[in-house]
């Protein structure tokens, strides 16, 4: 089976490439190979791969700059996964596809649910939403997955931020008041792979959209710290003491976009329908914090 993971070269894109290796030959989709903006030039390659199953890693994620360029992000994030829908649909092939707690409002303390009233506050959460929008009307019994918090050994994120300036600074500010959970870029691939296998078993077997995130919260502050924690149980310097990392509130960080407050997912539907336990957000933490001593360190 030729599988086609677009995004090849971002975080969890990366992690894909390994973990869906042995259901067939993956090739993996960078800028490199083309702008998957461009309507004409995702036609052309997915005319030339072929694939039975695409795995839409590709999004515009840069929240902040949304706001001042909403066409770069629709592409990329409302366009390009209805193109790869339609193209689906046409051509007897499965699509997976990622989404975001963004397409939510973040009221209330609750973790969402998948049947919850959706409220994107960002350009970035409307363009996601648009897309997921557009794979459903596909009717093609694709899956959605949406997570949250993404972050890995690998690639720009908030572990490896909070990382490197632990290693420079003797204080930080982080906010404190947005709630959410952490999720490692290999548990999305680890978690696709099993997707993957069950459509294999019995095709479109398993379908429709779903939560993928670990157990548990945190918020942005107290993530930090324990990033730090793990990195220094495992013997990396660092210049910073936890008592100089410093909650603050979103008001005294301000942004272009909007964040929101609450981002806990509720991962029940997943559990149930994939028979998983999925890893409490520390422990996948610590994984990834290991990761990042024996190989990201190198790179």
């Known amino acids: 089976m030729m599988i086609l993971v677009t995004g090849s070269d971002g975080q969890v894109g990366y992690e894909l490439l390994r973990a869906l290796a042995p259901y ?7 800028r ?19 694939p039975r199953c695409i795995v839409n890693a590709a ?11 909403p066409t770069a992000a629709e592409a990329l994030n409302s366009r390009l996964p209805s193109q790869l829908a339609a193209w689906a649909k046409a051509n007897d092939a499965s699509l997976i596809h990622y989404s975001t707690d963004y397409v939510y ?17 960002s350009v970035y959460g409307k363009t996601k939403l648009a897309g997921d929008q557009a794979i459903i009307d596909a009717d093609i019994g694709a899956v959605i997955f949406r997570t949250s918090w993404v972050y890995g050994a690998r690639g720009r994120n908030f572990m490896l931020t909070m990382l490197k300036l ?5 204080e930080l500010n982080v906010v404190a008041d947005q709630w959410g959970t952490p999720t490692p870029a290999w548990l999305i691939a680890q978690v696709t792979s099993v997707a993957v296998r069950e459509n294999l078993r019995e095709k479109g077997s398993f379908k429709g959209l779903y939560h993928l995130t670990c157990r548990g919260d945190t918020n942005w502050c107290d993530f930090a710290r324990t990033i730090m924690t793990d990195a220094r149980a495992l013997g990396v310097a660092l210049k910073i003491s936890l008592e100089r990392v410093k909650p603050i509130p979103t008001m005294e960080y301000p942004a272009p976009a909007p ?5 806990r997912l509720d991962v029940a539907r997943l559990e149930q329908a994939l028979g998983l336990e999925l890893p409490h957000w520390e422990e996948a933490l610590q994984l990834t914090v290991r990761d990042w001593t024996e190989y990201g360190r190198r790179s």
């Open 24 to 30: 067939g030959r993956v090739t993996g989709l960078t």
């Open 59 to 69: 999004a515009y994620t840069a929240v902040d700059q949304a706001e001042s360029d």
């Open 259 to 263: 964040r929101p407050l609450n981002s």
């Open 105 to 121: 409002d973040g009221s209330g303390s609750r973790p969402w649910k998948e049947d919850d009233p959706v409220g994107p506050l």
């Open 32 to 50: 490199a190979d083309g702008d998957l903006s461009n309507a004409a030039t995702v036609g052309a390659l997915l005319d030339k791969y072929q």
């Open 166 to 170: 632990a290693q420079e600074r003797d």
